[in-house]
């Protein structure tokens, strides 16, 4: 990559800079309007787990991801990166994907907000599969199985394989999780043979 040269800023032109108190800094609002419009097509990301060089994050969402055609990745620190797209579909298809995993281990990943912060998980998600294991056979259907997985993140995706009869042990879906919030050990259900607990 060539190096760009430094850019001489001491013309700059920054108007009145400071609240009317004279203690905060004001930002310049069209250029933070500006900033954000370019920024619409893209998603944060942070690998969950052991932290892994950037060069291994990138790699590995450029393998996963090549078919959405050009992104630009940046690292942001604590182990968040920015994934830019061309296309605002290649976005939609990310974030409506499957689960996306790094190194082992999975990627939360959200669409950028002027509210994203590095330091907090809050608003970011991810799709997680969970498994509900030893559902009463009279659960097995989208309706119920949904409702008992929307106590643990917003159901996404059902496996297609799951109301074949060969298999029953458990009841696989997606969903997606707020990665602010603890995940629950499990649901308690009630039906018509009575209470039970669900563990996911």
Known sequence: MIRKPYVKVDNLDLGSILSKDGKVVKMQ???????????????????FGENLPFFVISSALRRQWDKFWKFHITGLGLGWVLCSFKDSSAVDQVLTGRPWWVGGQVAGIDKWSVNFNPTSLKGITSLVWIRLPNLPLQCWDENNICRIASQVGKPYL?????????????????VRIPLDLKLPLGVWVEGSSGKFFAED
């Open 29 to 47: 609002e069209d250029k933070e309007a500006e900033n954000a419009k370019r920024l619409e097509k893209a998603v944060v990301v942070k690998v």
């Open 158 to 174: 059902l496996d297609g394989n799951l109301f074949q009869w060969s298999r029953r042990e458990y009841a696989p879906i997606c």
